[in-house]
């Protein structure tokens, strides 16, 4: 029970390290707060099914868990619409032709 405990206490710490966002490498972190995250909702749900949890306990990590769904809801927004961003970029390079002259060549 203790190391469930310390383990759960561990999780939380890293967790709402993860949802301030306080981290050295922002680009290749972000992506690690958002597996961290999705692996704190995951452990939240587990919490939940049990059938031997208190139910002010449950009732915490249901909060908590709809508190996570939504900031990896926003963060998967804007993952797609970076997505979308590309895509369409490529695909505006891709039919353009190229210009091959600067200027017309006069004779």
Do not use: H, Y
């Amino acid at each position: 029970m203790m190391k469930t405990a310390t383990k759960v206490a561990a999780t939380k710490v890293t967790a709402s390290k993860a949802a301030s966002g306080k981290t050295a490498a922002p680009k290749a972190a972000g992506m690690k707060n958002f597996e961290e995250r999705l692996e704190r909702l995951e452990l939240l749900g587990e919490q939940i099914r049990k059938t031997d949890i208190p139910l002010d306990e449950a009732l915490k990590a249901f909060e908590e868990g709809i508190k996570l769904a939504r900031t990896l809801e926003k963060d998967l927004e804007k993952i797609d619409s970076r997505i979308e961003i590309l895509m369409n970029s490529a695909e505006a390079e891709a039919d353009e032709s190229p210009e091959l002259e600067l200027f017309a060549m006069e004779d």
